[in-house]
């Protein structure tokens, strides 16, 4: 039966796709638990519409209590965090747009996705049969029967039918978009004409890098110039600037010292123990593996020991202490081949009657096509493959340790049961079930205290400027780091559980020193240097990228004016350059042997219409060139037909993929929750 807590299982996997806009209402006030008497801070601002505290920390709880996601898990708590303000978005951007423009769902048609007459991802990934991946109406109305009398499960349907609303509305309107691209028989022609001429011939170049920067002027009224002209592309989010030290958690001398010896304490014990697993189990840093290795998949220093029954260890790799033990061995194939029928774990009588039909000789493959309720293997004769013994694991690797070429067994789990049968199986071996100890190499309690120490007596003299912070991390012999933390972002590049840094950046005052904070094994201590909320980054933070801008246009107009001659070999003189070939260029081309990826020569070689001419010099990305066109052959690569075709599906394509992004950009969105989450 289909219950509340398998379909909050199930939503998880909507969390991760563009469905998880529609998870809608039952928004409540939690002011008063929040504890803002009142004052419900503003965390970001959609379409105008200021998003506070309450709304967001309700809508995240909502997701989270419905996708069963745990926050302990970076992943699925990035997840949440992402897929909760996508949600908002469409409560305040497209549900409102869908209204206005009168795109509705009608009854029909959500009875045509709940029957799965019209698919639905968001009914399919509740109620898919998971050993079928077939969608399972019996499940959709055994659900149904629990709404009545269960409050939740009502909730959990209601949700699930918005977001199934809301999917269907974001297909008809992307269909909408994608109804308004076309492309018109100019482009096709044009396309068509690219496509099917290719061009040969030579060219010439100079490098701007050739050009020393002492041989051109650049004022700051022509930076002030070209960052006016240009200053769309210096775009940006409102970012913070801070600059922070590391303090390295690594162990001591002492702490290795210490270790070593606890390690070879610890492998005399385990080397005499006689219940390998008890003592494994007793160690925290004990584990089990659950496969069966042959002495070839054993790793190379620890097989030898391992296979002669002998304990491996303690020695000390890959950072850690470790020491192993062979738990138990079996005798089995190195591979196995085999085929399947999965039942269902109730059909015992069923599976019964086809282990005797199968052992009297019938035909595997078409039983398996008939009952097998896995459609993938059964579309295959139950077909699974050739695999090491050591993929299988529990019960499946206790029968068939010993099976033989043709052997078949019934394997019962609680979830299912398999019929398998044996094609394929290798020469027996020794295989090997491991246990294993292996002690980290990390810092002491001890050692930890006194970096926490140190971080503390550089904080203390760290305080009061940047100039103070600078000092005090020269005295400490570390190196400030610098990092930008744009507005959304949840952490700092390069440093890994940053995130509680990055919330306190959003909440600091130029100039404030952070508390110290503990990242990963080490600890953190960080000044806010900035705080920039412009629009466009300013002349002095982007001076570098301009200045360089213009010195390319410096040297372009430098190189060119020293370009002398009617013919590319008197150019080529000129500018202290050789004549190259290229050969087989067309529009479509990514580069040219020799110059690189210029897309402006490239595209100036294939409008060229004569042969013969020396073009004008192109400004390129990385130097000026000149070339000239002396052969332009034509085939017929592409078709009219063809043309019009290929265009038109990456037209609708690139339509779809931009129409969220652009709503998203037309409704001004602020993502302010940084300070908070």
């Known amino acids: 039966m289909a219950s509340l807590n398998t379909l909050r299982t199930k939503f998880g996997v909507v969390l991760s796709i ?39 920390y309700d809508q995240y709880e909502q997701m989270k209590r419905q996708s069963g996601a745990n926050e302990s898990d970076e992943q699925q708590s990035d997840m949440l965090y992402n897929a909760t303000w996508q949600t908002l978005i469409a409560q305040h951007v497209f549900v409102p747009g869908f209204e206005r423009i009168g795109l509705r769902v009608t ?138 030290v590391v303090f390295e958690v690594n162990p001591s001398d002492a702490d290795m010292q210490a270790l070593e010896e606890k390690a070879r304490t610890t492998g005399d014990a385990f080397a005499a123990a006689d219940d390998v697993k008890a003592f494994v189990r007793a160690d925290r840093n004990g584990r089990i593996d659950e496969r069966y290795l042959s002495a070839a998949q054993l790793a190379d220093d620890e097989a030898p020991a391992l296979t002669a029954g002998e304990m491996f260890g303690p020695s000390l790799k890959n950072n850690e202490w470790r020491m192993a033990r062979v738990l138990e061995t079996k005798t089995a194939p190195d591979s196995i081949g085999v085929k399947h029928i999965v039942l269902r774990a109730t059909d015992e009588a069923l599976a019964d009657s086809l282990l005797n039909v199968l052992r009297g000789g019938a035909d595997f493959g078409a039983l398996a096509a008939q009952y097998s309720a896995y459609e993938a293997t059964a579309a295959n004769g139950g077909e699974v493959g050739v695999m090491p013994f050591s993929a299988f694991t529990g019960e499946f690797a206790e029968q068939l340790a010993g099976v033989a070429k043709g052997d078949i067994v019934k394997i019962a789990s609680p979830e299912a049961i398999q019929l398998i049968q044996v094609y394929r199986a290798d020469k027996p071996s020794k295989h090997y079930r491991v246990a294993s100890i292996a002690y980290p190499v990390e810092a002491s309690t001890e050692t930890r205290n006194s970096i926490y120490s140190q971080a503390g007596t550089f904080a203390g003299n760290a305080k009061g400027s940047y100039e103070q912070f600078s000092d005090a991390a020269s005295a400490a012999a570390l190196t400030p780091r610098m990092a930008i933390v744009s507005q959304g972002e949840r952490a700092i590049r390069g440093l890994d559980d940053s995130r509680e840094i990055v919330r306190w950046a959003y ?102 219409g004569e042969t013969g001419a020396v073009s004008a010099p192109v400004q390129g990305m990385t130097g000026v060139y000149v070339f000239r066109v002396d052969d332009i052959a034509e085939d017929q690569k592409q078709t009219a037909e063809g043309e019009k075709v290929r265009a038109q599906a990456m037209a609708e394509a690139m339509a779809q993929q931009a129409v969220m992004p652009a709503v998203q950009q037309m409704a001004e969105v602020q993502d302010l929750r940084g300070k908070y989450f």
Request: glycine share 8%; proline share 3%.
């Open 507 to 608: 909440g600091a005052k130029r100039g404030d020193l952070s508390e110290i904070f503990k990242v990963g094994k080490d600890y953190v201590v960080a000044l806010l240097t900035g705080i920039d909320n412009n629009d466009y980054a300013s002349l002095e933070k982007v001076s570098a990228q301009v200045r360089s801008a213009v010195l390319r246009d410096k040297k372009y107009a430098y190189i060119v004016a020293g370009l002398t001659g009617g013919t590319l070999d008197e150019q080529a003189a000129s500018l202290g350059s050789e004549v190259a070939d290229f050969e087989q260029v067309n529009f479509g081309s990514f580069f040219i042997n020799g110059m690189g990826l210029e897309p402006r020569v490239l595209g100036a070689i294939a409008a060229t």
């Open 18 to 56: 563009i469905i998880a806009f529609a998870l809608l209402a039952f928004i409540f006030s939690l002011k008063a638990e929040m504890g803002f008497s009142g004052n419900d801070p503003k965390v970001g601002v959609i379409d105008g519409d200021k998003i506070r505290y309450s709304e967001y």
């Open 107 to 244: 009854e029909p048609e959500r009875l045509a996705m709940i029957s799965g007459e019209q698919p639905s991802s968001a009914f399919y990934n509740a109620f898919a049969d998971p050993r079928t991946g077939q969608y399972d109406v019996a499940a959709v109305s055994q659900f149904l029967d629990q709404v009545g009398a269960n409050a939740q499960a009502e909730q959990a349907w209601n949700a699930l039918n918005e977001q199934a609303r809301l999917e269907r509305q974001m297909q008809k309107y992307v269909g909408l978009v994608k109804g308004g691209v076309y492309v018109n028989s100019l482009e096709v022609a044009d396309n068509v004409n690219a496509a099917n001429r290719s061009f040969s011939g030579k060219w010439i170049g100079k490098k701007y890098a050739s050009v020393p920067d002492s041989l051109v002027t650049v004022s700051e009224a022509e930076l002030k110039d070209y960052y006016k002209r240009h200053k769309n592309q210096y775009k940006q989010l409102p970012q913070r600037n801070i600059s922070y």
